[in-house]
C-alpha cells in the first residue's frame, strides 16, 4: 500500500530552549531562511506524501499561518524584480494537504498521535517528529517507506547513540537483516542501567506504523507525569509481530536543543546557494580567532 499521509507531532513546549520558546514555537525557528518545520514538511513531499496533519496546541498558529496564502505580502511582493520570492513565498502554501489538529492537552507523544486517528484512517502512515530536521540527498521518511515496501512491517527510523547518551533515549534490540535494515524485536524507553540496555540504537525522529497502533495507544496506560508515550505502543509491535529498523542516512538536528539549533544553521548555512561562499570565508576568519 502507498503511504501518503505523514503525522507531525508539534505540540511541545519547547522548554529546554527557553526563553525563546514562550512566544516562539520552536518548529518556526529558522535554519537560515525558512523554518524547521517546513524542512520536515518538504522532506515528506519529497517522499511522496500528500497529505499531512500537524498537532499542536495554544500559541502555536504562526505555524498555520506558515503554510497559508499571504495575500497582503504576495500583493507587496508582486513587481518585476521580486517575483522569484513570490514564488517561493507563493509555493508554500501548495507544497501539501497541511491540515492542523490541537492537542488539548499535552499528554505525551503517544496522546498527540492518537489525535490522528480520523485523520489516519486505516492506512499505515508516518510520523515525523516536529524536533527532528534530517538533512540529506534522500529523504530519511522516503527510506523509512520503502522498508515498509519491502517488509510488510512498522518501520523506526534509527541512529547509534553514545552508550553514555542511551539513559537519555531509546534503546531497541535489533538484528540485522542487510546493509542498513535491522529487524528490531524490543525497546526500551530511557534505560538506567546497563542490563536494560539493549543496544546503542535508538528511535531518532522518524517512524512508520500500521493504524493497528491506535487500538493499542487507546489501551496504553499513563506512565510517567501522566503521559502516553508512543514507544509502549511499539514495544507491543516489536515484541508480538516485530517491526523493521533503517539507519537512515542524513544529518539529523535536535531543534529542541541548543547547540543542535546553532549546528543546524550552521551546517546548512555554509551550503546555502545565496550566502555560503560567503559565510564559509567568514567562519574561516572567525575561527582564527579562537583559542
Not at 134 to 153: H, M, N, S, T
Not at 212 to 234: C, H, R, S, Y
Not at 264 to 269: L, P, R
Amino acid at each position: 500500500m502507498k503511504i501518503t499521509k505523514a503525522v507531525i507531532p508539534a505540540a511541545g513546549l519547547g522548554t529546554r530552549v527557553l526563553p525563546a520558546t514562550k512566544s516562539m514555537p520552536k518548529e518556526m525557528f529558522p535554519i537560515v531562511d525558512k523554518p524547521a518545520i517546513q524542512y520536515i514538511v518538504e522532506e515528506a513531499v519529497q517522499a511522496g506524501i500528500t497529505d499531512i496533519l500537524i498537532i499542536t496546541n495554544r500559541g502555536k498558529g504562526i505555524i498555520e499561518d506558515h503554510f497559508d496564502r499571504s495575500p497582503e505580502l504576495e500583493k507587496a511582493l508582486d513587481k518585476p524584480d521580486k517575483q522569484e520570492i513570490l514564488e517561493v513565498v507563493k509555493n508554500i502554501s501548495k507544497l501539501a494537504n497541511v491540515t492542523f489538529i490541537r492537542q488539548i492537552e499535552t499528554k505525551g507523544l503517544g496522546h498527540a498521535i492518537l489525535r490522528a486517528k480520523n485523520f489516519v484512517g486505516n492506512e499505515p502512515f508516518a510520523v515525523m517528529y516536529g524536533d527532528d530536521v534530517i538533512v540529506g540527498d534522500d529523504p530519511a521518511v522516503g527510506q523509512l517507506i520503502r522498508a515498509y515496501g519491502e517488509f510488510g512491517k512498522g518501520v523506526v527510523g534509527v541512529k547509534l547513540v553514545p552508550e553514555s547518551e542511551i539513559h537519555k533515549y531509546g534503546s531497541l534490540k535489533v538484528e540485522n537483516l542487510h546493509d542498513n535494515i535491522f529487524k528490531c524485536t524490543d525497546m526500551v524507553e530511557k534505560p538506567q542501567t546497563r542490563e536494560e540496555v539493549l543496544s546503542c540504537y535508538s528511535i531518532l525522529g522518524r517512524c512508520v506504523l500500521p493504524p493497528d497502533v491506535f487500538e493499542l495507544l487507546e489501551k496504553t496506560e499513563p506512565g510517567k507525569n501522566g503521559e502516553i508515550q508512543l514507544t509502549d505502543a511499539m514495544k507491543k509491535i516489536a515484541t508480538s509481530e516485530g517491526m523493521t529498523a533503517v539507519e537512515y542516512t542524513g544529518t539529523r538536528y535536535d531543534m529542541g536543543n541548543k547547540l543542535g539549533l546553532l549546528q543546524a544553521s550552521v551546517e546548512v548555512g555554509i551550503n546555502h546557494p545565496e550566502i555560503g561562499d560567503g559565510f564559509k570565508k567568514y567562519l574561516k576568519e572567525f575561527v582564527k580567532t579562537l583559542d
